[in-house]
């Protein structure tokens, strides 16, 4: 499948500041990568759809200018979480799709927000 | 349309038995049925998948068995191992739908 690489894997940020996560593609070039969201015991929840070299499709309910996507090269989209709060406080995936592999899953971003 | 319906919410077996998850779609349009392994702090890592046109396929000791017709599909773990214990999820997608969406997830316990 892919290769997929994710960081941090777990970061503690203040209230109202802001927190990058960054997801790689390591072995092809991924035009479309997705963010996904997963609060404690419950299930993947995407967020969006991240698009190379154009605006991210948001799922509905999800803030845009909350949860900021760039995915400006063929192997790097960040997810920049804005002025968080505590209850911004999940558990963040990214995924690629590759064909003939499926999709396949960063490890995971822990964001505490205190 | 969207939904995938997973169950059961939790499952517990003993070693060497078998684990069987379930999952229900209605969306016709989705043509990949995947299974994910997650443990915990990690993201899920797939186990094994299916297209429509069979109706079966095994790898090891996963089975995904699958019935289009009723709009179903299961993860069959034989002889369950406790290194098996882990949250299971089944998700739907497909080359023209473009994202998956995954179901509930099952919390699978094997006691040794």
């Known amino acids: 499948g892919a290769v997929v690489s994710q960081h941090p894997s777990w970061v503690i940020c203040k209230s109202g500041t802001s927190v990058k996560i960054e997801c790689r593609s390591l072995?092809?070039?991924?035009?479309?990568m997705f963010w996904y969201r997963q609060f404690p015991k419950q299930s993947l929840m995407l967020m969006a759809t991240?698009?190379?070299?154009?605006?991210?499709?948001?799922e509905q309910g999800v803030e845009k200018d909350k949860f900021l996507i760039n995915h400006a090269s063929l192997t790097l989209s960040t997810l920049t979480v804005t002025s968080a709060h505590p209850e911004d406080s999940s558990f963040y995936i990214c995924?690629?799709?590759?064909?003939?592999?499926?999709?396949?899953f960063g490890s995971g971003t822990r964001l505490t927000v205190v | 349309q969207q939904q995938v319906k997973q169950s059961p919410q939790s499952l517990i077996v003993q070693k060497g038995g078998i684990s069987i998850i379930n999952c229900a779609y209605e969306?016709?349009?989705?043509?990949?049925f995947p299974w994910y392994q997650q443990f915990p702090g990690k993201g899920p890592a797939l186990l094994i998948a299916?297209?429509?046109?069979?109706s079966e396929k095994k790898e090891g000791r996963f089975t995904i068995s699958f019935n289009k017709s009723a709009k179903q599909f299961s993860l069959h773990i034989m002889d369950s191992q406790p290194g098996d214990s882990a949250t299971y999820f089944c998700?739907?997608?497909?080359?023209?739908?473009?994202?998956?969406?995954f179901g509930q997830g099952t919390i699978l316990t094997v006691h040794p």
């Open positions: 995924s690629v799709h590759k064909r003939n592999y499926g999709y396949t």
């Open positions: 072995d092809f070039q991924a035009t479309t």
């Open positions: 991240s698009n190379e070299g154009s605006k991210a499709t948001y």
């Open positions: 969306n016709t349009a989705f043509d990949y």
């Open positions: 299916i297209r429509p046109d069979v």
């Open positions: 998700a739907a997608g497909g080359t023209s739908y473009g994202k998956l969406t």
